[in-house]
């Protein structure tokens, strides 16, 4: 008898030990959901809509010559560029409002026969005129203006001011 009720308690105490291991991993869990262990972390995800008008119109022209020497290709590309400046400065627009974003002067190179040939150089200026909404109705003008000029149309946008 005394080998059951040993038996037994050895039973009940292995019961009793894994039921204590077991409370104690579904606390710990628990705690470890409610406060993760990164630290102190705020996740915030959304999504957000704004419609605006555009406020502003750019317009923006290529200017691209060549050139037998530097000076002579950067030469050429002024005077394209002296005379849109001045075409659209006839148009109203104020000086501020044409702005050079970019101006590259290069060897310009061809290639016959697998050998590199140069072909002098090649002068390139990109401008920008930026304009209000309330003024749409100049843009043909000032395409106009520029193609007149020697420039070519790059792209237009329809943009948003800081305001």
Known sequence: MKNKNMENSVKITGIIVLGIVFLALLGTYVIFQVSPVSGNTINAEGVSQIKAVPDLVTIYFNVETKGTTSADATQKNSEIVDNLITNLVK????????????????????????????EGYRATHSIKVEISTDRTDKIGQIIDAGVNAGAIISYINFELSVE
């Open 91 to 118: 148009l109203g627009l104020e000086r501020k409002e044409i702005v050079t974003q970019n101006f590259n002067v290069y060897p310009d190179y061809s290639w016959v026969n697998g050998q590199r040939k140069e």
